[in-house]
């Protein structure tokens, strides 16, 4: 496998003060907030020297990610590999060890185009999110295969 990174994961507790801390630091905003009901999360992706993070605040106590919060606090917490087929990148994880945590779905900060996350003991948490992206070099048009 030879999966392109996509971000770094970084997990904030709150969103508006830790993107102005990633922005003195001289990241720009490459996307800007976006809110995910179904996780109960906002994102919000910043950018500095081609590396890209994706800021992950949650907005509810019942968020996807409200366990890791209490757990790690503000930290970056997954690497996220772009995927051409979503399907056949996450049967060849498995075949690795990798443990699918959630079930494709959704993402709207990521254009509508479906990810899944991963755990692996020697590695820890993973996302594939399906398709193309537009700041980093790739189609203006999100597309998938």
Same mark, same amino acid.
């Not at 994102?43 to 757990?71: A, C, H, N, Y």
């Not at 692996?120 to 948490?125: D, E, I, T, W």
């Given at each position: 496998?030879? *999966?392109?990174?996509?971000?770094? #994961?970084?997990? $904030?507790?709150?969103?508006?003060?830790?993107?102005?801390? @990633?922005?003195?630091?001289? /990241?720009?905003?490459?996307?800007?907030?976006?809110?995910?009901?179904?996780?109960?999360?906002?994102?919000? @992706? !910043?950018?500095?020297?081609?590396?890209?993070?994706? &800021?992950?605040?949650?907005?509810?106590?019942?968020?996807? $990610?409200?366990? !890791?919060?209490?757990?790690?606090?503000?930290?970056?917490?997954?690497?996220? /590999?772009?995927?051409?087929? *979503?399907?056949?990148? %996450?049967?060849? !994880?498995?075949?690795?060890?990798? *443990?699918?945590?959630?079930?494709?779905?959704?993402?709207?900060?990521?254009? #509508?185009?479906?990810?899944? +996350? +991963?755990?692996?003991?020697?590695?820890?948490?993973?996302? &594939?999110?399906? #398709?193309? @992206?537009?700041?980093?070099?790739?189609?203006? %048009?999100?597309?998938?295969?």
């Amino acid at each position: 496998m030879n *999966l392109p990174i996509h971000h770094i #994961g970084y997990l $904030v507790k709150k969103g508006q003060k830790a993107q102005a801390s @990633f922005l003195a630091l001289g /990241y720009h905003t490459v996307q800007d907030w976006v809110r995910d009901d179904a996780r109960g999360i906002d994102i919000s @992706f !910043l950018e500095k020297d081609s590396i890209t993070i994706e &800021l992950v605040s949650p907005f509810r106590e019942d968020s996807s $990610v409200s366990g !890791l919060m209490r757990r790690i606090k503000n930290s970056p917490y997954h690497i996220c /590999y772009v995927s051409e087929s *979503l399907e056949k990148d %996450a049967a060849a !994880l498995r075949a690795q060890g990798y *443990l699918p945590i959630t079930e494709p779905a959704p993402a709207p900060a990521c254009g #509508g185009h479906p990810v899944q +996350f +991963f755990l692996h003991p020697a590695v820890g948490m993973i996302e &594939l999110v399906e #398709g193309t @992206f537009p700041w980093q070099g790739n189609a203006i %048009a999100i597309t998938r295969p």
